[in-house]
């Protein structure tokens, strides 16, 4: 692969969501690895510079996380300038954002999600954590990076956990706890890369043990029987592929209890279509247990890069 055929690339990191400095530890790995490949690549950073300074370049590799970066945002202005992007187009990451919507895509393909409600100011929180179960999970429902996600143990905690996922979202999902297990699966073109089991040494994945804690452990292998695996990399493959997902991304999905014990029955949680590129990151993990360096994969995703 010649990279001087991509020409002048601008790598889009920072932004203004809550994911701001995720994102920027994020370009800037990237950044760096496409400048050892001898790309001509440039940061650039849409909270300090002008959009228009876009117009300078010939193809552009999106790491920005969470709003106005990887909702669709961002996507539609490289649209309107003609700029070739990495990740999915406009509508691919305004649904990969939105965790109702995209759950109601999926159930209406038949692939299982777990049982879930939206909530607002006025929800009969006892019937909801009554109807679900505990415990459960409050989210915002467009946010990442874990933002604004409460564990739910009893149904007296359900409303400051509503609180809290309102101050990042007007739209608030409670979602059924599914507790055997949560996997990952990355994608980079049409391959589905191998399964990342994840383990928390906290309560569950949060920002914390996404990005500042040592002691979560990833599995890769990650247990499961093969069968089942080359199955459900499959299955992320369709989920992802529902959404209109394209280039690469990333898929999530739990396992229950039952599962583990020997019922194959996993629940797709959500799609990642610009996914974290830290040294604590899952894409970069399954990359390298598929036999590929840190380099290769940015040059990869780079050169998948589109429109439309």
Known sequence: MDVQNFGKVAVLFGGRSAEREVSLNSGRRVLAALQRQGVDAHGFDPAVRKLDELAAFERAFIALHGRHGEDGTIQGVLELMGIPYTGS?????????????????????????????????????????AE???????????????????????ASELGAAYAEAARHDSLVIAERAILGGEYTVAILGDQALPIIKIEPGSEFYDYEAKYLRDDTAYRCPCGLPENLEDELRQQALEAFRILG????????????????????????????????????????????????????????????????
């Open 245 to 308: 997902g394209r280039g690469w991304g990333r898929v999530d999905f739990l396992m229950d209890e039952a599962t583990v014990t020997g019922e194959s029955r996993a629940y797709f949680l959500e799609v990642n279509t610009s996914p974290g590129m830290t040294d604590h990151s899952l894409v970069p993990m399954a990359a390298r247990a598929a036999g590929m360096s840190y380099d290769e994969l940015v040059v990869r995703v780079l050169a998948l890069a589109t429109l439309g």
């Open 132 to 154: 679900l179960g505990l415990p459960l999970f409050v989210k915002p429902v467009c946010e990442g990076s874990s933002i604004g996600i409460s564990k739910v143990k009893c």
């Open 89 to 129: 187009g406009v509508l691919a990451s305004a649904l990969g954002m939105d965790k109702w919507r995209s759950k109601l895509l999926w159930r209406a393909a038949r692939l299982p999600v777990p049982e879930y409600a939206l909530l607002s100011g006025t929800s009969d929180l006892a019937q909801v954590a």
